[in-house]
């Protein structure tokens, strides 16, 4: 079954939903290391991009992907937003100015919201990062894991950096005190994953 453009304004808005109900949780996984507005940050974000891809009455799914990087910019005015508005550009080039895409394209949308933060962010892996849990699901979607396993490796790779020292961002400062805490960017980018992997195995 292919994807469509009601389906990504539908994706959107469960990207929203998951942010709102996660958000007293990573505003509290924030709180350990920064300053404890990342779940608001991300919650506020989402649902704009969500309402601004449902203002799309009749466009591609490029359209749609650049009007929530838009709202998400818009919204946030923290380092999420312009990794994420460049993470939604980068997947609706890779998507084109289609109206609908092979339900399986959707690995490439997780590859091209890995390599757009990555490049936006000048991170890289073990930095204690979102990219900690985007480059092992981007990684998984390319090498044709199944979806479970991709939202297996992004979460994992969430898990991962409580063992990590914080080497950019406010919880940098913190220097060996961040470890022991996971970053609440890799945490939500995981749970972010999962909601794509979860249209991804639709049928």
């Not at 990207?15 to 350990?32: F, I, K, N, T």
């Not at 929530?68 to 609706?92: D, E, Q």
Request: glycine residues 10%; negative net charge.
């Amino acid at each position: 079954m292919d994807f469509t453009t009601s389906d990504l304004q539908a994706l959107l808005t469960d990207l929203a939903d998951r942010m709102r109900a996660e958000r007293d949780h990573l505003c509290a996984l924030d709180g350990a290391i920064g300053d404890a507005d990342h779940g608001i940050a991300m919650e506020q974000g989402m649902v704009a991009a969500a309402a601004a891809a449902r203002e799309v009455t009749d466009g591609t799914l490029q359209d749609i992907f650049n009007a929530a990087a838009k709202g998400f910019l818009n919204a946030v005015g923290a380092s999420s937003g312009p990794l994420y508005a460049t993470a939604f550009m980068r997947a609706g080039k890779a998507l084109g100015p289609e109206k609908s895409v092979p339900r399986d394209s959707l690995r490439q949308v997780i590859v091209a919201m890995a390599e757009g933060i990555a490049h936006r962010g000048k991170a890289e892996a073990g930095q204690k990062t979102m990219l900690d849990a985007w480059l092992p699901a981007a990684e998984a979607a390319s090498a044709g894991a199944d979806p479970a396993a991709i939202a297996a490796a992004a979460a994992e790779g969430a898990e991962a950096t409580s063992g990590m020292v914080a080497a950019l961002g406010r919880a940098a400062r913190l220097g060996d005190r961040s470890l022991g805490h996971p970053d609440p960017g890799a945490v939500s980018a995981a749970m972010i994953v999962g909601v794509i992997c979860e249209a991804l195995a639709a049928s």
